[in-house]
T-cell receptor, first 114, second 114 residues
Framework: SAVISQKPSRDICQRGTSLTIQCQVDSQVTMMFWYRQQPGQSLTLIAT?????????ESGFVIDKFPISRPNLTFSTLTVSNMSPEDSSIYLC???????????FGDGTRLSIL | GENVEQHPSTLSVQEGDSAVIKCTYS??????FPWYKQELGKGPQLIID?????GEKKDQRIAVTLNKTAKHFSLHITETQPEDSAVYFC?????????????FGKGTMLLVSP
């Protein structure tokens, strides 16, 4: 399966600031996904990132708050903008290598907002 | 949209016992059912998956069974070991394309006592 690296692995940020999370994959993948996992909760899809097109956001998530880039088939970034304590979560990058292929996850970015 | 219910939310077993986690789903068009294991500080790891044209799949101590008529599927872990302790998530995907998104259950915390 693809090796997925996320940076940073964790961070503590001040309210009102923004943080960009990077996701690097060791092979070209068609689909990249960004999830949020609040403490003790399940995984919620934020958006699907397609190379060469705008990301597709799920209900409740907007581009102004979570801008996403996907410049090539191995890399994506998620920015969490104007952070508040409610944004304290684990943010996970996931990849779907292709049609009928399983979806794999990175180890996540643990974000705390003070 | 798809609704996935997972039970139980917590499960405690003695080492060597079997553990069973069950998920039900609402969309009869769903046809891909993976299970993920998430250890503390890690991202979810795919442990087994099944497609709708198969009723059962086994991989060493882990098996998944699917009842499409009743719209439920289960994870079976035999001869449990302390290292099986983790949070387990079921997921459901509709469609034969990697472009369809996963819907996750709320997770089961499995604790295996020595």
């Amino acid at each position: 399966s693809a090796v997925i690296s996320q940076k940073p692995s964790r961070d503590i940020c001040q309210r009102g600031t923004s943080l960009t999370i990077q996701c690097q994959v060791d092979s070209q993948v068609t689909m990249m996904f960004w999830y949020r996992q609040q403490p003790g909760q399940s995984l919620t899809l934020i958006a699907t990132a397609n190379q060469g097109s705008e990301a597709t956001y799920e209900s409740g998530f907007v581009i102004d708050k979570f801008p996403i880039s996907r410049p090539n088939l191995t890399f994506s970034t998620l920015t969490v903008s104007n952070m508040s304590p409610e944004d304290s979560s684990i943010y996970l990058c996931s990849v779907g290598p292709g049609q009928r292929q399983p979806q794999h996850f990175g180890d996540g970015t643990r974000l705390s907002i003070l | 949209g798809e609704n996935v219910e997972q039970h139980p939310s917590t499960l405690s077993v003695q080492e060597g016992d079997s553990a069973v986690i069950k998920c039900t789903y609402s969309d009869s068009a769903s046809n891909y059912f993976p299970w993920y294991k998430q250890e503390l500080g890690k991202g979810p790891q795919l442990i087994i998956d099944i497609r709708s044209n198969v009723g059962e799949k086994k991989d060493q101590r882990i098996a998944v069974t699917l009842n499409k008529t009743a719209k439920h599927f289960s994870l079976h872990i035999t001869e449990t070991q302390p290292e099986d302790s983790a949070v387990y998530f079921c997921a459901v995907r509709r469609g034969n394309s990697g472009y369809s998104t996963l819907t996750f259950g709320k997770g089961t915390m499995l604790l295996v006592s020595p």
